[in-house]
C-alpha cells in the first residue's frame, strides 16, 4: 500500500502543498463545494482545497426598514439581583437580522477524530478530521468534568455562592466546587432530573410529580406536589415560580414569607402537550410546547394573551433578549419575534439549521458583542454572531448537550454525557 502517497493526498486535499501552487487562475479563483462540506474526494482537485482570503474594505451595510418596533419594557420580573438576560443592542437591529452574511468559520471536515478521542491518531496535523472539541476563536476550554452517569439536563450556578451544580437524568444532582473542579457531593433523588434553575439562594430541580426546593444559604429543603408527570422547564418572574408540565399545564407558586414556604397560587392550562420551555419579559411569560406552539400569558392576570403556531415541531426553548423574543424548534429553525403596535408578536426573521435545534442562551464575548449559544441535536453548539447570524465557532460533544448556563466575567458551561464542560472567551487584545 502506498501509506507515503495516500497521506500526501490527504495533506493536498486539506490545502496543504509541498510545492508553489499553480498559477492556473481559475482555479485560484474558485474554491472547491465539496471540500468545503469535507466530502471531496477528487485528486487532483481542480478547484481551491483552502479558502480565499477576505476582500479588504467597508461592507455596506443592509438598508433600514421604515417604522420601529415596540420595544419590551425593561421589566426584570424577579425579586432579588436582575435576571441574566441576553445581551443589549446598542441599534435598533430589527432589520439587521441575518443581513451580514454567513462568513463561516474556516474549518477541516466537521467531525471529531475518533481515533483522537481515544488517544491514538497516528495522522497529527495531517488528520483530516477535529482533534479538537471547538472550532473558532475567541474562546477556550477550561475544563472537562465527569461524575454523571448519563446526560446532564440542568446546571445553576447560584449567586454569590463558589458552587456549580448539575442535574442528570442518572436521578442525581452534583455540587461542584468551582474553584478546585472537585464534586462536592451527590444527592439522590430518585427520579430523572428534567431541570434546574436557581434564584437568589434558591436552587430548583424538577423531577417526575415534584419540584425540589432547596435554600443554599439555610438548607431547608421543600418539595412542591402537584405536577403530573416530568417537570420540563422553570422560570421564577414577578415573584411567583413557573413549572411546565408533562401533561401540559404550567403551576404556579408565590413564596410566602410568614410561613416561610411556597404555595400553590394557579394553574395555566391551554396546551394540548407538554411545556417544555419557559421565559419570563416585557411582563409576560412565554411558554414553548410539544404542541408545536407558544403562548404568551399576563404576568399580572396569568391570562393568555396570544397564541404563536409557525413552528412546526417542539420549541425546545425561549430567549427574550432585548426587545426580541427567539425561539427554537426541533423544526430545524430560529425564529425572532418583534412586538408589533398592538403589542402582539410577529416572527421577523427565520434562521435554518440543518439539524433540530434544542437550547438556546445568549451572552457577551471578550469585546461585549452579543453571541448566540445555540444547541443542536447533532451533538454540537453553534456560536452565532447577532444580529447577523454570521457563525463564530462550534463546540462538539460525544452526546447531545442539553443543557447551557452562562457565568461570570465570560465563563459559560455546557453539560453533555455524563458531565459538563467550562469554557471562557479569551480576554479581548487592546486594539494599538
Known amino acids: 500500500m502506498d501509506l507515503d502517497g495516500g497521506n500526501r493526498r490527504v495533506f493536498n486535499r486539506l490545502g496543504g502543498s509541498s510545492a508553489a501552487p499553480p498559477t492556473d487562475s481559475s482555479k485560484n479563483q474558485k474554491v472547491c463545494y465539496h471540500w468545503r462540506a469535507g466530502k471531496c474526494s477528487r485528486f487532483p482537485c481542480p478547484f481551491l482545497h483552502r479558502e480565499l482570503p477576505h476582500p479588504t474594505g467597508p461592507t455596506s451595510a443592509a438598508a433600514n426598514g421604515s417604522g420601529a418596533p415596540k420595544r419590551f419594557a425593561n421589566d426584570s420580573g424577579f425579586s432579588g439581583p436582575a435576571p441574566r438576560r441576553g445581551p443589549n443592542f446598542n441599534n435598533n437591529h430589527n432589520n439587521s437580522w441575518g443581513r451580514m452574511g454567513a462568513n463561516k468559520v474556516v474549518r477541516k471536515t466537521e467531525k471529531v477524530c475518533n481515533y483522537w478521542v481515544q488517544g491514538n491518531c497516528n495522522y497529527g496535523d495531517r488528520c483530516k478530521y477535529l482533534h479538537s472539541w471547538s472550532l473558532g476563536e475567541g474562546f477556550t ?39 478546585t473542579g472537585q464534586c462536592m457531593g451527590v444527592l439522590n433523588l430518585g427520579g430523572e432530573v428534567g431541570c434546574m434553575i436557581s434564584e437568589g439562594p434558591w436552587l430548583f430541580v424538577g423531577i417526575p410529580n415534584f419540584v425540589k426546593a432547596w435554600n443554599t444559604q ?24 413557573f413549572a411546565g408540565t408533562q401533561d401540559g399545564t404550567i403551576l404556579v407558586w408565590k413564596f410566602n414569607t410568614v410561613t416561610n414556604c411556597f404555595e400553590p397560587a394557579a394553574s395555566l392550562k391551554g396546551h394540548t402537550l407538554a411545556v417544555v420551555s419557559l421565559v419570563v419579559g416585557a411582563n409576560r411569560l412565554y411558554s414553548g410546547s410539544m404542541d408545536h406552539s407558544i ?25 427574550c433578549w432585548e426587545q ?32 433540530g435545534l434544542l437550547n438556546l442562551q445568549g451572552m457577551h464575548d471578550s469585546e461585549s458583542k452579543p453571541v448566540l449559544l445555540c444547541a443542536c441535536n447533532d451533538n454540537s453548539v453553534r456560536l452565532y454572531d447577532l444580529p447577523s447570524f454570521s457563525e463564530k465557532g462550534k463546540i462538539f460533544a460525544k452526546q447531545e448537550i442539553r443543557a447551557i448556563e452562562v457565568g461570570p466575567g465570560g465563563l ?21
Request: glycine fraction near 8%; proline fraction near 3%.
Open 141 to 179: 476550554l477550561l475544563n472537562h468534568l465527569d461524575g454523571h452517569q448519563k446526560v446532564v439536563t440542568g446546571i445553576a450556578l447560584p449567586a454569590g455562592m463558589d458552587k456549580l451544580y448539575t442535574g442528570s437524568k442518572d436521578e442525581t444532582v452534583r455540587a461542584w466546587d468551582t474553584n
Open 218 to 241: 439555610t438548607n431547608q429543603e421543600l418539595s412542591l406536589s402537584g405536577p403530573v408527570g416530568q417537570v420540563y422547564t422553570m422560570v421564577v418572574g414577578n415573584d411567583l415560580l
Open 295 to 319: 403562548k404568551a400569558w399576563s404576568l399580572e392576570t396569568l391570562q393568555c394573551l396570544q397564541t404563536l403556531t409557525e413552528h412546526t415541531n417542539v420549541v425546545m426553548s425561549l430567549l
Open 324 to 355: 426580541f423574543l427567539l425561539s427554537c424548534s426541533l423544526d430545524q429553525t430560529i425564529k425572532v419575534w418583534v412586538a408589533t403596535e398592538n403589542g402582539n408578536l410577529e416572527v421577523t426573521y427565520t434562521h435554518n439549521e440543518e439539524h
Open 412 to 432: 459559560f458551561f455546557t453539560g453533555d454525557g455524563t458531565g459538563y464542560r467550562v469554557w471562557k472567551w479569551a480576554e479581548a487584545v487592546p486594539k494599538p
